[in-house]
């Protein structure tokens, strides 16, 4: 079956807005005609390439297996203050359904609640293949861990139990202050060795039959696929039909790469690891 976007969530206005968080996207809880939601604006700081891979990353995310939040675009219809001077404008916006939980705080602890432990060995192999640098960047001098992209859900879920969340996907395929253009296809990008997403605490919970499975599933992602997640990014967030169809190359060509060498690289990164047979 072709992809198409689907979901239970369908808010279609913004009811209240509330006060912008001091983010590069200036982010900013709102209520909806469907509850309480997170909103990314037109006109944060960052720019509109950041709301277009956030947009695809989420999608990419679930398409690979994980638990995400809800998503939905959500067409804003006055401006509005946000933080450090910056003005939200009229259009459509990025936004997640708020959900109750906590941002995970970096500790081994936390994790042995959660239901779907298997989803950190993806998280891993997922952050790699899509060059996410703003959960846990593999740079030698790169950005510093940010725990909070790591979200515990406590919905639908035992009392005492958690859910792995992953969250906010600007930075899959760009880095700060990157935009997406046509050179995004580059073999540079395409081709880069670095595991992402391997935080300290994650390094004794990754399962090798995981490895294995994530490595089946980007085999699956094909051209098509791609482009049918970066059609349904807005023209309003001014991503050209040449970025387009580079970034559609760059996600299916990455797959199968990384499904290529993941295991290898995770054997180089963590030595004790063992073979795919332990």
């Given at each position: 079956?072709?992809?198409?976007?689907?979901?239970?969530?369908?808010?279609?206005?913004?009811?209240?807005?509330?006060?912008?968080?001091?983010t590069s996207t200036g982010v900013?809880?709102?209520?909806?005609?469907?509850?309480?939601?997170?909103?990314?604006?037109?006109?944060?700081?960052?720019?509109?390439?950041?709301?277009?891979?956030?947009?695809?990353?989420?999608?990419?995310?679930?398409?690979?297996?994980?638990?995400?939040?809800?998503?939905?675009?959500?067409?804003?219809?006055?401006?509005f203050e946000l933080r450090r001077?910056?003005?939200?404008?009229?259009?459509?916006?990025?936004?997640?359904?708020?959900?109750?939980?906590?941002?995970?705080?970096?500790?081994?602890?936390?994790?042995?609640?959660?239901?779907?432990?298997?989803?950190?060995?993806?998280?891993?192999?997922?952050?790699?293949?899509?060059?996410?640098?703003?959960?846990h960047d593999g740079k030698p001098?790169?950005?510093?861990?940010?725990?909070?992209?790591?979200?515990?859900?406590?919905?639908?879920?035992?009392?005492?139990?958690?859910?792995?969340?992953?969250?906010?996907?600007?930075?899959?395929?760009?880095?700060?202050?990157?935009?997406?253009?046509?050179?995004?296809?580059?073999?540079?990008?395409?081709?880069?060795?670095?595991?992402?997403?391997?935080?300290?605490?994650?390094?004794?919970?990754?399962?090798?039959?995981?490895?294995?499975?994530?490595?089946?599933?980007?085999?699956?992602?094909?051209?098509?696929?791609?482009?049918?997640?970066?059609?349904?990014?807005?023209?309003?967030?001014?991503?050209?039909?040449?970025?387009?169809?580079?970034?559609?190359?760059?996600?299916?060509?990455?797959?199968?790469?990384?499904?290529?060498?993941?295991?290898?690289?995770?054997?180089?990164?963590?030595?004790?690891?063992?073979?795919?047979?332990?």
């Open positions: 079956m072709p992809w198409a976007h689907q979901t239970n969530w369908n808010p279609t206005r913004v009811t209240e807005i509330g006060e912008s968080a001091d900013v809880e709102v209520v909806t005609d469907a509850g309480r939601a997170y909103l990314k604006p037109i006109g944060n700081r960052q720019g509109p390439h950041v709301l277009a891979t956030d947009w695809v990353g989420t999608h990419l995310a679930k398409w690979f297996g994980l638990s995400t939040f809800d998503i939905a675009i959500i067409v804003v219809k006055e401006g001077g910056a003005m939200a404008r009229p259009g459509p916006a990025f936004a997640a359904r708020a959900e109750s939980g906590d941002a995970w705080g970096g500790g081994p602890n936390q994790l042995a609640s959660t239901v779907n432990p298997q989803d950190i060995t993806r998280l891993v192999v997922f952050d790699t293949w899509t060059l996410n640098c703003d959960r001098g790169g950005r510093r861990p940010n725990y909070g992209n790591v979200y515990l859900g406590t919905e639908r879920v035992e009392a005492g139990k958690s859910r792995l969340i992953a969250m906010d996907h600007g930075l899959c395929f760009i880095r700060s202050g990157e935009d997406l253009t046509a050179r995004l296809n580059q073999i540079d990008k395409v081709q880069e060795g670095h595991i992402h997403g391997l935080f300290p605490a994650f390094r004794n919970m990754l399962q090798n039959p995981i490895i294995t499975a994530c490595a089946a599933r980007l085999r699956e992602m094909d051209a098509t696929t791609a482009a049918a997640m970066i059609e349904t990014v807005p023209r309003e967030w001014e991503v050209p039909p040449e970025a387009r169809s580079a970034w559609a190359e760059l996600i299916y060509r990455r797959a199968v790469f990384v499904a290529d060498n993941i295991r290898e690289w995770i054997d180089r990164d963590v030595p004790w690891f063992g073979s795919p047979g332990e």
